[in-house]
DNA sequence: CACTATATTCAACAAGTGTTGAATTTGCAA
DNA sequence: TTGCAAATTCAACACTTGTTGAATATAGTG
């Protein structure tokens, strides 16, 4: 039962230190780090400046702390997602199925928290700077998993081929979770950038035979 | 002839109101239009705080004046390279080839400049602040003139499938414009993030076949 | 040369920044 | 209750921010 810090609903009973770590998740998703004052935090949170401070430290912990919250439990998933069906003979399908889980949690939770979270990972994807700082300490494992896990479904692929892919995968799941609001504007809304639904149900089919096409 | 602002190439003997635009470029490109001051384009581009104010008027003005730049150019060229194969029956591969030209544009120059430029269209294109305000009044009418021309060669696509689908390449074209080095690191070296030969050459059939599954 | 418009520098402003230390309140155990 | 540690507020600090107006330099024209 968590809550949106900058909606005014009144479930105000949880922690201040949790509502700072939701402010800041939403704002640092919609406009970046440098983007958002902790003021603007604070004041999100109904909180004074000086606490989060107290809580969290300096501003870059307080970053640190709001991506790392969920992070890991996202890696944890995927990895069970993984070896759950490792026995059973995969296919490309089910593999890219298991990368886009991301997708399909906030999908389920319907969660605005987690809503926001994958918005605040793509602006990590996307950003040269924090990619390089906050990528690698957590997905990295997980990412080689599942390079291997293509291998064995696509043995003729060579090693460049399979990574120029995945990246093209990691793209279009980048774009999707960051809910620009473009598919909206471009297809006079037929399309929502929040249907995380249809969105995941698409992509499974289109990266799988781009994938097979070039690796195959 | 341009030159990279930051770098100290002894070619100084530019304008320095476009050394400001360059400097501008490269560094709103790698940290975002809140994360550089105009102080710090100022002493990347060997000039006075106060000169950008009298060129370019307000910081949001000069981050305008950086990202229309090279965007007309940019959208005009995509046009030119659509009407020029018109008469001929197009394929799905060479629409898509037209849309990824800035990838071929980059890669032809070899300029610096047009390199700092797509990454900073890669942060436009993924932030939901930006997207909204600045990719609509420029790059609109070729999306739909590109989503006119798949519909030829897909005569069996619904609007909506044809939307996500578009969606999904223009996260790869992103994720690729913003050369986050991630590819690098996660391939150890045997990718490139600024390979966009490679990236160009791999990515036309990986969404072409994509789309044929999708919409096909 | 003088004249003028443009380009560039200098110094400074008001507002906002992250951060801190001390004071105050709160919650909870003894 | 009292005592104590955690949580929270208050006020302020040193510093940086974007922006501006006046002063100076530069370049081109008559």
Redesign the pocket.
Known sequence: MTKTAASENNLKEI???DRILDAAEELFAQHGYDG?????IAKAAE?????????F??????FHAVFDRRAQLLSDTRRQLLLSEQDAPQTLEQIIEAFLLPLKMAQQTGDAGWRNYLALLAYVMTSPVWNKIMMDKVFDKRVHEFIEALKNVLPNANEEKLHWCYHYMSGALALTLAQTGRIDRLSMGKCESTDFDTAYKLMVPFLAEGFRKVCG
Do not use: C, E, P, S
Not at 36 to 40: A, F, K, N, S
């Open positions: 922690n201040k230190k958002v004052t902790i003021r603007q909180v004074d400046v000086a606490l989060a401070n107290y809580h430290g300096k501003k870059l912990d307080l």
